[in-house]
C-alpha cells in the first residue's frame, strides 16, 4: 500500500501539493516519503511526483523509483500472479524492470494487462515524455483526478481532501475503464491537455461487460479525454460472465424447504453441487492463501523478543458467511502460532432507562448489595454495544473456535460512542470517503474505518477476560465482492421477482462494473489511512473467472427462503467447511448490522446528500 500523487502543469507557477492531501497521503504511507520534480523548459511543463511508501514485502523500496533511463514509477499494488516476483523482491522494482524494456503503447498494456492483483499506477515514460496513470480492472486502489479551473493544471492522487463548506469540489474517481496517458509535449505546445484512453476489452474482443463509462464530467476547456488512435487495449484478466438464463427444472421438494442447515445437506447430497462447491472453496482459498503469506516483514523488535503474538492479518468480521469463510480458509494457511484478529464494530445503542428489578405486590424490593449498581451500570455499557453484527460476532467466535481450538483467535469488540464518531468523521473520515459523498457512503466509510483502525477490548481463545487491544495487523481481509457476484443484496431479490433470471443476471452484470466507483475507491482510502493494506480474496480474478464460468441458477437460488438461496453457492461451501449457524445467516448491511445508520436521521435515505460530512 502506497500513497501516490503527480502533479502537472503547463502553466508558469510551480507544482503545489496541498498540506492536507500530503498528510492523507502519509498516513497511507509511513514508512518512507519521497518527492521527485521534472522540469521541461521548451515546451514548458513541470511534474511533481510524490510517493509515500508502506513497506510489504521484500526490502524497503523507496518511491518514486527511478532507472538509469530517467523512467520514474509510482506504484499502488500487490502482484499476486501474472508477472513472476521472487520471495525477496520488490514489486515495484519489478513492474519498472518491464515497463522501461517497452517500446511503445502495446508493450506498456501488454505488461500491465498480465498483472494479478490490486493496483494504480503513476509512471512517467522519460523518452516520449508521457504519463501513464490508472486502476486495474476493478479498481481496487483508489486514484482521484483534479483539474484546476483556471491554470492548466492535473493532480492525480491516491486520496484527496474535502473542501470547506463554502467551497465545490473538483475530485472524481479515475473511471477504473482502462488506464489512461498523457503526451506531455504535445499537451505543452497545444496548451491544452489531451488525455488518451486505453480500454480494458475481454477475450471476445469487446469491451469488457463491467467497463464504466471512461467520459470524465466536468472538464474544463482546455482538457479532453479520447480513445487512443491506434486502438491499443488491455485484455482482460477475467473470462467474460456467462448471461444463461434457461435454467433446468428446480427440485420442488429443496425449493419448499424452510430455512435450516437440513436444507444445505439435503442439496450436498446432488454431486454435481458438491463438485462445485468444492471448486470453489480450492479457488477462494487460494486467494486467501497469496493474499495472507505476502506479509510485511516482522518487526525487529519483536523477534528478537521472541514473542509471536504480533498479529499479521486481521478480517472485517460481522459473523456473517462472507467473514467466517475468510477466516476459515485464512486458519489454514496462516502459521499455526500466529493470531488472527477479528474485528467487529459497534456503534453505541441510544440510552434507555435502566429496568427496576420486579416484585410481587405488597412486597418490598429485596436491597441491593453496595457494589450492585456499579454491576448493573457495566452490564448496561456492555449491552448498550449490542447490535446485530456484535451478536453474530460472539456466535461465529464460537464457531471458529470449535473448529480450530488451537488458533488464538482475537475477536476485538470495537465500541464507538457518537462523540467519538462526529470527531473523527470531521478530522479524518470525511476527508477520505471524498468525493463520495451519500449518507450510505458516510454509514460505510465511517464503520470501515473505526473497524480497520483496530483498537477496542480483545477475547482471546485462552483467556475468559476482556483486555485492552491494538491489532497490529497491515493486512486486513474484507468481503467486499461476494454479495455482488452472488446475489446477495436484497436488490438482487427485487429484481429476480419482477424480471426472472433474465433480470438477475443483468443486475449481476452491473454489479462488478459499479463496484470500483461506489465501494472499492472508498474503502481503500479508508482503510489505508491507518497505514493498512485492504485485500478483497472474493475479488481475486481467479475466484471471479471461475464464478463467471457458472450460470447464475448455479450460483444463487432467489426461489428458496433468505438467508437460503441468495449466494447459495458459497452458503454450501460454509456448510462443507464446516460451518453450522452462520451458513444460513441472512445477509444484513454493515451500516445496519453495527447500528451506525441507527445514530443519524432515520428519515434519510441511502443515495440522500450526507451534510456530516461537510468539513467546517
Same mark, same amino acid.
Given at each position: 500500500?502506497?500513497?501516490?500523487?503527480?502533479?502537472?502543469?503547463?502553466?508558469?507557477?510551480?507544482?503545489?501539493?496541498?498540506?492536507?492531501?500530503?498528510?492523507?497521503?502519509?498516513?497511507?504511507?509511513?514508512?518512507?516519503?519521497?518527492?521527485?520534480?521534472?522540469?521541461?523548459?521548451?515546451?514548458?511543463?513541470?511534474?511533481?511526483?510524490?510517493?509515500?511508501?508502506?513497506?510489504?514485502?521484500?526490502?524497503?523500496?523507496?518511491?518514486?523509483?527511478?532507472?538509469?533511463?530517467?523512467?520514474?514509477?509510482?506504484?499502488?499494488?500487490?502482484?499476486?500472479?501474472?508477472?513472476?516476483?521472487?520471495?525477496?523482491?520488490?514489486?515495484?522494482?519489478?513492474?519498472?524492470?518491464?515497463?522501461?524494456?517497452?517500446?511503445?503503447?502495446?508493450?506498456?498494456?501488454?505488461?500491465?494487462?498480465?498483472?494479478?492483483?490490486?493496483?494504480?499506477?503513476?509512471?512517467?515514460?522519460?523518452?516520449?515524455?508521457?504519463?501513464?496513470?490508472?486502476?486495474?480492472?476493478?479498481?481496487?486502489?483508489?486514484?482521484?483526478?483534479?483539474?484546476?479551473?483556471?491554470?492548466?493544471?492535473?493532480?492525480?492522487?491516491?486520496?484527496?481532501?474535502?473542501?470547506?463548506?463554502?467551497?465545490?469540489?473538483?475530485?472524481?474517481?479515475?473511471?477504473?475503464?482502462?488506464?489512461?496517458?498523457?503526451?506531455?509535449?504535445?499537451?505543452?505546445?497545444?496548451?491544452?491537455?489531451?488525455?488518451?484512453?486505453?480500454?480494458?476489452?475481454?477475450?471476445?474482443?469487446?469491451?469488457?461487460?463491467?467497463?464504466?463509462?471512461?467520459?470524465?464530467?466536468?472538464?474544463?476547456?482546455?482538457?479532453?479525454?479520447?480513445?487512443?488512435?491506434?486502438?491499443?487495449?488491455?485484455?482482460?484478466?477475467?473470462?467474460?460472465?456467462?448471461?444463461?438464463?434457461?435454467?433446468?427444472?428446480?427440485?420442488?421438494?429443496?425449493?419448499?424447504?424452510?430455512?435450516?442447515?437440513?436444507?444445505?445437506?439435503?442439496?450436498?447430497?446432488?454431486?454435481? =453441487?458438491?463438485?462445485?462447491? &468444492?471448486?470453489?472453496? #480450492?479457488? @477462494?482459498?487460494? !486467494?486467501?492463501?497469496? /493474499?495472507?503469506?505476502? +506479509?510485511?516483514?516482522?518487526?525487529?523488535?519483536?523477534?528478537?523478543?521472541?514473542?509471536?503474538?504480533?498479529?499479521?492479518?486481521?478480517?472485517?468480521?460481522?459473523?456473517?458467511?462472507?467473514?467466517?469463510?475468510?477466516?476459515?480458509?485464512?486458519?489454514?494457511?496462516?502459521?499455526?502460532?500466529?493470531?488472527?484478529?477479528?474485528?467487529?464494530?459497534?456503534?453505541?445503542?441510544?440510552?434507555?432507562?435502566?429496568?427496576?428489578?420486579?416484585?410481587?405486590?405488597?412486597?418490598?424490593?429485596?436491597?441491593?448489595?453496595?457494589?450492585?449498581?456499579?454491576?448493573?451500570?457495566?452490564?448496561?455499557?456492555?449491552?448498550?454495544?449490542?447490535?446485530?453484527?456484535?451478536?453474530?460476532?460472539?456466535?461465529?467466535?464460537?464457531?471458529?473456535?470449535?473448529?480450530?481450538?488451537?488458533?488464538?483467535? =482475537?475477536?476485538?469488540?470495537? &465500541?464507538?460512542?457518537? #462523540?467519538? @464518531?462526529?470527531? !473523527?468523521?470531521?478530522? /479524518?473520515?470525511?476527508? +477520505?470517503?471524498?468525493?463520495?459523498?451519500?449518507?450510505?457512503?458516510?454509514?460505510?466509510?465511517?464503520?470501515?474505518?473505526?473497524?480497520?483502525?483496530?483498537?477496542?477490548?480483545?477475547?482471546?481463545?485462552?483467556?475468559?477476560?476482556?483486555?485492552?487491544?491494538?491489532?497490529?495487523?497491515?493486512?486486513?481481509?474484507?468481503?467486499?465482492?461476494?454479495?455482488?457476484?452472488?446475489?446477495?443484496?436484497?436488490?438482487?431479490?427485487?429484481?429476480?421477482?419482477?424480471?426472472?433470471?433474465?433480470?438477475?443476471?443483468?443486475?449481476?452484470?452491473?454489479?462488478?462494473?459499479?463496484?470500483?466507483?461506489?465501494?472499492?475507491?472508498?474503502?481503500?482510502?479508508?482503510?489505508?489511512?491507518?497505514?493498512?493494506?485492504?485485500?478483497?480474496?472474493?475479488?481475486?480474478?481467479?475466484?471471479?473467472?471461475?464464478?463467471?464460468?457458472?450460470?447464475?441458477?448455479?450460483?444463487?437460488? @432467489?426461489?428458496?427462503?433468505?438467508?437460503?438461496?441468495?449466494?447459495? +453457492?458459497?452458503?454450501?461451501?460454509?456448510?462443507?467447511?464446516?460451518?453450522?449457524?452462520?451458513?444460513?445467516?441472512?445477509?444484513?448491511?454493515?451500516?445496519?448490522?453495527?447500528?451506525?445508520?441507527?445514530?443519524?436521521?432515520?428519515?434519510?435515505?441511502?443515495?440522500?446528500?450526507?451534510?456530516?460530512?461537510?468539513?467546517?
Amino acid at each position: 500500500m502506497c500513497g501516490i500523487c503527480c502533479v502537472v502543469s503547463l502553466s508558469p507557477r510551480a507544482c503545489v501539493l496541498p498540506d492536507r492531501v500530503r498528510k492523507n497521503l502519509t498516513n497511507r504511507g509511513p514508512d518512507h516519503s519521497k518527492d521527485v520534480t521534472r522540469t521541461v523548459i521548451t515546451p514548458a511543463f513541470r511534474c511533481l511526483f510524490s510517493a509515500h511508501v508502506l513497506h510489504m514485502k521484500g526490502s524497503l523500496t523507496p518511491q518514486p523509483l527511478e532507472d538509469s533511463a530517467g523512467n520514474l514509477l509510482l506504484w499502488n499494488g500487490e502482484v499476486f500472479g501474472g508477472l513472476e516476483v521472487g520471495p525477496e523482491e520488490n514489486d515495484t522494482e519489478v513492474i519498472l524492470q518491464h515497463l522501461s524494456v517497452q517500446v511503445d503503447s502495446t508493450g506498456i498494456c501488454g505488461v500491465l494487462s498480465r498483472v494479478r492483483g490490486p493496483w494504480a499506477i503513476l509512471y512517467y515514460e522519460a523518452a516520449r515524455h508521457c504519463i501513464w496513470f490508472g486502476r486495474d480492472y476493478f479498481g481496487r486502489r483508489s486514484l482521484l483526478w483534479h483539474l484546476d479551473q483556471e491554470e492548466v493544471v492535473l493532480t492525480l492522487t491516491s486520496v484527496a481532501s474535502c473542501p470547506s463548506a463554502y467551497e465545490q469540489s473538483q475530485w472524481h474517481e479515475v473511471a477504473a475503464a482502462g488506464i489512461y496517458r498523457l503526451d506531455l509535449e504535445d499537451c505543452a505546445r497545444h496548451k491544452e491537455l489531451i488525455i488518451e484512453f486505453f480500454p480494458w476489452v475481454s477475450a471476445a474482443d469487446h469491451p469488457s461487460v463491467h467497463s464504466p463509462d471512461y467520459m470524465w464530467e466536468d472538464l474544463p476547456s482546455y482538457a479532453s479525454v479520447v480513445s487512443n488512435p491506434s486502438g491499443v487495449s488491455l485484455l482482460a484478466p477475467v473470462c467474460a460472465m456467462k448471461m444463461s438464463t434457461s435454467a433446468p427444472e428446480i427440485d420442488k421438494n429443496v425449493q419448499s424447504s424452510q430455512l435450516s442447515l437440513e436444507a444445505l445437506e439435503e442439496l450436498l447430497l446432488n454431486t454435481d =453441487n458438491v463438485e462445485k462447491v &468444492n471448486q470453489l472453496i #480450492e479457488v @477462494l482459498s487460494e !486467494a486467501v492463501r497469496r /493474499r495472507v503469506q505476502s +506479509l510485511p516483514c516482522s518487526s525487529p523488535s519483536l523477534e528478537q523478543s521472541g514473542t509471536n503474538d504480533q498479529t499479521d492479518i486481521a478480517i472485517l468480521f460481522s459473523g456473517g458467511i462472507d467473514s467466517m469463510i475468510l477466516a476459515v480458509l485464512a486458519d489454514r494457511h496462516v502459521p499455526a502460532g500466529k493470531p488472527i484478529d477479528l474485528l467487529n464494530v459497534a456503534f453505541k445503542l441510544q440510552e434507555a432507562k435502566m429496568q427496576p428489578q420486579s416484585s410481587k405486590k405488597g412486597k418490598k424490593p429485596r436491597s441491593s448489595p453496595t457494589n450492585e449498581p456499579c454491576k448493573q451500570r457495566d452490564h448496561y455499557l456492555t449491552r448498550c454495544f449490542d447490535v446485530p453484527d456484535r451478536i453474530t460476532g460472539r456466535a461465529g467466535l464460537l464457531e471458529l473456535q470449535h473448529l480450530s481450538p488451537e488458533r488464538k483467535w =482475537n475477536f476485538l469488540e470495537i &465500541n464507538i460512542t457518537p #462523540e467519538e @464518531l462526529q470527531g !473523527a468523521r470531521q478530522e /479524518r473520515i470525511s476527508h +477520505l470517503v471524498h468525493p463520495l459523498d451519500t449518507v450510505l457512503d458516510d454509514s460505510i466509510g465511517c464503520a470501515v474505518w473505526f473497524a480497520s483502525r483496530g483498537i477496542g477490548m480483545a477475547t482471546a481463545t485462552d483467556c475468559a477476560e476482556q483486555k485492552q487491544h491494538t491489532s497490529t495487523a497491515k493486512v486486513v481481509l474484507t468481503g467486499i465482492g461476494a454479495d455482488e457476484q452472488l446475489a446477495g443484496y436484497s436488490r438482487h431479490r427485487v429484481r429476480f421477482k419482477s424480471d426472472g433470471l433474465e433480470g438477475l443476471v443483468k443486475e449481476l452484470a452491473m454489479e462488478l462494473g459499479r463496484i470500483s466507483s461506489r465501494n472499492l475507491g472508498r474503502d481503500d482510502r479508508v482503510i489505508g489511512d491507518h497505514g493498512k493494506e485492504a485485500r478483497f480474496p472474493y475479488l481475486d480474478e481467479d475466484v471471479v473467472s471461475f464464478l463467471n464460468q457458472l450460470p447464475v441458477w448455479e450460483k444463487a437460488d @432467489l426461489s428458496l427462503p433468505r438467508g437460503l438461496g441468495e449466494k447459495l +453457492l458459497l452458503r454450501l461451501a460454509a456448510r462443507r467447511l464446516g460451518l453450522g449457524p452462520s451458513a444460513i445467516l441472512p445477509k444484513r448491511a454493515m451500516q445496519f448490522g453495527s447500528r451506525i445508520a441507527k445514530m443519524e436521521n432515520s428519515r434519510e435515505k441511502a443515495s440522500d446528500k450526507c451534510k456530516r460530512l461537510i468539513t467546517e
